[in-house]
């Protein structure tokens, strides 16, 4: 129903910056909450932020609260996350999420989300 595209991965030195973005197809994408995650190698998949359609607000795993930002752009059916101060630890594939209801007190559980994108691969240098 849903179909989420990322883009923006790619090398980027420790102390850097890097957007990330997601288009998705939904007509309806001004409703739907989007969402942010990582996973490294060997690691589970991390909620990293999210973003309320209800509300507007931000929600951000403490590991990057501070460093990441999340925007939404309805009229071009696009999410952001802006990453600054990038640290080595940061190296993950990332994905976007959508879903119409979200409890954002259960957001870092990957289940609550129903719709993802492919990921895009972020990598980090010393």
């Known amino acids: 129903q849903v179909q989420l595209v990322e883009s923006g991965g790619g090398l980027v030195q420790a102390g850097g910056s890097l957007r990330l973005s997601c288009v998705a197809s939904a007509g309806t994408f001004s409703e739907y909450n989007m969402g942010w995650f990582r996973q490294a190698p060997g690691k589970e998949r991390e909620f990293v932020g999210g973003i309320s359609w209800v509300s507007g607000n931000g929600n951000y795993a403490d590991s990057v609260k501070g460093r990441f930002s999340i925007s939404r752009d309805n009229a071009k059916n696009t999410v952001y996350l802006q990453m600054n101060s990038l640290k080595p630890e940061d190296t993950a594939v990332y994905y976007c999420?959508?879903?119409?209801?979200?409890?954002?007190?259960?957001?870092?559980?990957?289940?609550?989300?129903?719709?993802w994108g492919q990921g895009t691969q972020v990598t980090v240098s010393s």
């Open positions: 999420a959508a879903d119409q209801a979200i409890r954002w007190s259960v957001a870092s559980t990957t289940s609550t989300w129903d719709y």
